[in-house]
Structure formats: C-alpha cells, structure tokens
C-alpha cells in the first residue's frame, strides 16, 4: 500500500470566515426570529407608506413618530417586566392618568415648582403600584381580575381629585417645555427618556440576579419558590415598579399636553401596551420575552399608525389594527409554544 504523503492528503477544512452561511445564522440566531419579524414588518410598512406619500420619509415626521410612541413605549416596556413574570397589569393607563393630575395640581400647590410635582407623581404611582401587588398577594386574587379593578378605581380617583376637567399649566416652566419640546442631538426629550428607562430595564432583566429570578417565577414559580425566591416580594416590587414607570409616562402626558389630564390622552393605553409586548414577544404565561423585542413592536405601531393617518384612513380602523394584531401574536405564540389549543381534541 503506498503511504499517505502530506501531499496526497486532503486539504484542511478552512474555518468559517465572515459572510459566510454558519456567520450568517450566527447573526440571525442573535437577533432572533421573533425580532427579525419585526424588523421585516416595519422595513415593509415603511417602503408601502413612503411610496404613497414621500414625507412620511421626511426627519419631522420620524421625529413625531417618535413622540407619538414615547408613552405607549414606557408603558410597553414595564408591561414586559410584569408579563416575564407571569402576570399583567391592565391598570397602568389609567395610572398614568393619575399621576398626570398629581404632577399638575403639585406643580401649582408648590408655587410652580417642577420638581415638587414630579416628585409627587413618582410617589403616587409606586403607591399604586403596590396597591396593585398587595391586592393580589395578600388578597389571592387573579392579576388580571386585581388590576381590571384598579384600572376603574384609579379611573374613578383620577377625575374624583380633579374634578373631571384638566388641572393646572405647566407649559410656562422651563423644565416642563424642556421634557416635550426640547431636542438632544436632534432627537425629542421624551425619546430619550424612555430610551434610558428602556435601558434600565434591560439592564436590570438581563445582567442582574433581580433580572434572572424574575424570568424564574414567570418560567415556573413552583420551581422559583423551591429556590428560596420570594416571590411575594417580587411581585409586589414589580408592581411597584409599573407604578412608577407609569408615573413617569404621566409625567410625560402633563408636558406634552400642557396640564394634568384624568382621562385624556391615557384612555386605553393599557391595550396598546400590552399588544406591544406580545408583539415583541412575551409570553403571556411568563418566563419569556425582552426589551428590545417590545420597543420594535412599539415603533412598529406607530409606524402603522402615522402611516394610516398621513394616507388619511380613518382613525377607527387603527383600533381594528391594533386588536387584529394582538390576536395574530397570541396565535403565533400559541402554536409556537405545541399546546393544545382549548376546546379542540387531542
């Protein structure tokens, strides 16, 4: 038999090399299927709407975007945190309702002082927010059933401390017109904002021990409390934490409207929020989802949004929009997941 020489061997496999196909699904497998959806989705709805009307293109109208999403997004992106574990807070607009009239009528009571107000509305929503945790811990009731409540009670709060009517003005303080009218880097104030609690939150879900209990009570909270999580105390901190990130999108609604408003401007607000994390992937059950996930479902509906209006159709179908799309992502989830879809046989 003749010997293998080194020049009769086979050539080395070479290692992958960028842009090659194992780099490609590399780069998609960080990504991720659900995000990279997204992503196609709102590249489509962005060429259809740019072709019909070319201004949809133009900076300003990126920049009312952006505005326009900027508490959906807030609100969106603490509706994560709740829903990875394993719960819902359908409360959180009518919170921010809330919080808008205490910032308002604090604002005025201090003499027009900013921060007296903020501060106010911050310390309202983590008391609603706890109320919410303490109802359902301590009361055992439903999450959805729990804050289905609060959603009407601080509804009812809300135009009971005001009257039914806005309160207050706070567009003639600097701080105030800074936050919904001032730019950084070309870029709205309230964008920034929620892009740094978005940050935040990210940070805390993924980098931290908080982070990865949280993902384990929504994942199995059997198993969670067998770990010696308590998990009494994190839900309770969680809706604490809807609270105030609430409170801030209320904040935000004072600003850009100019006075505290009960009703105006957070009326279904929880819907939208929600629909935009399941968009980004939450699953309702818990234990699953992210930021990032949820502000690209969050740009998505804006998009869809401000392109149905600048086409002119009619603000109704926006509705069906929204709801049709909370279905179709409650279905892809469902058949995602393999469960047996309920009332049909094995």
Request: proline share 3%; hydrophobic share 50%.
């Amino acid at each position: 038999m003749t010997p293998t020489t080194a020049s009769s061997r086979p050539p080395a496999q070479k290692a992958d090399v960028p842009g090659s196909p194992s780099t490609a699904r590399r780069v998609l497998g960080s990504i991720g299927p659900q995000n990279l959806s997204l992503l196609v989705a709102l590249v489509v709805v962005v060429a259809i709407f740019g072709y019909l009307r070319p201004d949809y293109l133009a900076w300003s109208n990126v920049q009312v975007i952006g505005q326009a999403v900027t508490v959906i997004g807030l609100l969106a992106v603490v509706q994560t945190v709740v829903i990875i574990c394993g719960a819902l807070d359908i409360s959180v607009g009518s919170a921010a309702g809330v919080a808008s009239v205490v910032s308002a009528m604090a604002f005025t009571s201090a003499g027009g002082n900013p921060y007296a107000g903020i501060a106010a509305a911050l310390g309202m929503g983590a008391v609603l927010g706890i109320v919410n945790g303490v109802i359902i811990v301590y009361g055992r009731v439903n999450p959805v059933i729990a804050t289905l409540a609060t959603l009407a009670a601080y509804k009812g709060l809300a135009q009971l401390i005001s009257g039914g009517r806005a309160q207050g003005y706070v567009l003639g303080d600097d701080l105030f017109v800074f936050i919904s009218r001032g730019k950084i880097a070309g870029i709205p104030t309230m964008v920034w904002i929620m892009l740094l609690v978005a940050l935040a939150v990210h940070v805390l879900l993924k980098y931290t021990d908080i982070g990865r209990n949280i993902y384990a009570i929504g994942g199995n909270d059997t198993a969670a409390r067998l770990a010696g999580i308590d998990i009494n105390k994190y839900l309770i901190a969680v809706y604490a934490l809807a609270g105030v990130v609430a409170a801030v999108a209320g904040i935000i609604l004072t600003a850009f409207t100019g006075s505290g408003q009960p009703t105006s401007g957070s009326e279904g607000l929880e819907l939208k929020a929600i629909t935009a994390a399941a968009l980004g992937g939450c699953a309702l059950k818990g234990g699953k989802g992210g930021v990032g996930g949820t502000l690209l479902a969050v740009v998505l509906l804006g998009a869809l949004g401000n392109g149905l209006d600048v086409v002119g159709v009619n603000t109704f179908w926006q509705n069906v929009a929204q709801g049709a799309l909370l279905v179709i992502a409650v279905v892809i989830q469902q058949r995602r997941s393999g469960e047996r879809a309920v009332g049909l046989p094995t």
